[in-house]
């Protein structure tokens, strides 16, 4: 039997203490689900999902704000598809754009620079969601727009940082025994950022890839790492242990630290970024966005946290589809919401 085999067969049959393991990176969601790998575990193993889809923990007031943006004269608001569908209470930019407002999907923020040369009399906004990963394209278009004498260009923030929002969950949870650590962003902030949560709640962290098989042996690693306060890196070909440095030149040259506002956990003391104040004319009106509330029952708030199942739900696959999201987190495609649908065949 080679090794990979040894793991499946030990994942299957493992009849140990029950162990239950959050992953934190929307993309790793979408590939347990598209491989199918919870029903490849055995029932004393569980996964569920914490806060890692940007769409997802972006709090309501920024939606509010993006879709008055978007029916401002003159403005342009500008995002990735996702959140072009997020609801809120006034509704979705989908629907700002139906009632006459200005509304483009883009896939990269650089985009906007020839887009805005090209308009020199509309004031374009970007809606700047994502994690530490996304967060130096940002700075980049930061970089360009000032190079360039771009005066048209905005961002709106709602930028996060991992490592305080994983020990919030950690605190509130208290059930939770490892963690598939953020591959994305553990690129950028490297795998000894994980160390200290990993000391003080005594729990390992594993870096993994995304492929079924990296997964897998991530799972593996965490059952047998329990009651270990540890960093495995399991993704070493991308994952160095120290910081991207150029990236965090970047990021620190437009970017501060600030408390920020998640769904579903409230206001963390130091997981946010903000523009600096000596760039504070490229900002559109970030600084108070922190009003959140759920939409009629929705619990995507609890699920983010890790404290309920997406079909613990009482809207879950029924009033609240992917065709016809309630919540932010059936919206993603990194969504836990979306993911348990497609799961469960809906």
Not at 49 to 77: F, H, M, Q, W
Not at 149 to 177: E, F, H
Request: charge should be negative.
């Amino acid at each position: 039997m080679d090794k990979f085999s040894e793991i499946v067969d030990f994942l299957k049959n493992y009849d140990g203490k029950p162990v239950t393991l959050m992953e934190v990176c929307g993309t790793h969601t979408a590939s347990i689900v598209e491989n199918g790998i919870e029903d490849m575990l055995s029932d004393k193993i569980e996964l569920i999902t914490g806060p890692g889809c940007p769409v997802c923990v972006t709090v309501s007031a920024y939606i509010d704000r993006l879709c008055s943006l978007a029916k401002e004269e003159n403005t342009c608001v500008c995002s990735f598809g996702d959140m072009i569908r997020v609801p809120s209470k006034n509704g979705c930019l989908r629907d700002a754009e139906a009632q006459g407002g200005r509304v483009m999907m883009l896939y990269s923020p650089l985009e906007l620079i020839e887009i805005a040369k090209k308009e020199p009399q509309t004031q374009f906004v970007f809606a700047a969601v994502g994690f530490e990963t996304t967060t130096p394209l940002y700075a980049l278009l930061l970089d360009e727009i000032i190079k360039q004498d771009i005066k048209n260009i905005k961002l709106l923030t709602a930028l996060k940082t991992m490592p305080k929002v994983i020990d919030k969950v950690l605190s509130a949870s208290g059930k939770i025994t490892g963690m598939i650590a953020p591959g994305h962003v553990s690129v950028i902030t490297g795998s000894d950022i994980f160390k200290e949560s990993a000391e003080k709640f005594g729990i390992p962290f594993v870096v993994a890839g995304f492929e079924g098989k990296q997964l897998l042996a991530a799972i593996w690693a965490l059952v047998k790492l329990q009651n270990k306060g540890v960093v495995k890196n399991l993704y070493p070909e991308v994952v160095k242990e120290s910081r991207n440095e150029n990236s965090y030149a970047l990021t620190e040259k437009y970017f501060e630290p600030c408390s920020a506002a998640w769904r579903g956990l409230g206001i963390i003391e130091g997981s946010g970024l903000k523009i600096k104040d000596e760039y504070a004319r490229f900002d559109a009106g970030s600084g108070d966005l922190f009003e959140d509330y759920a939409l009629n029952g929705c619990s995507c708030g609890q699920v983010i946290a890790g404290l309920k199942r997406p079909e613990e739900c009482p809207l879950f696959a029924k009033v609240c589809t992917p065709s016809s999201p309630v919540g932010a987190c059936m919206v993603s495609h990194e969504g836990s919401c979306f993911n348990h649908y497609l799961a469960k065949g809906k």
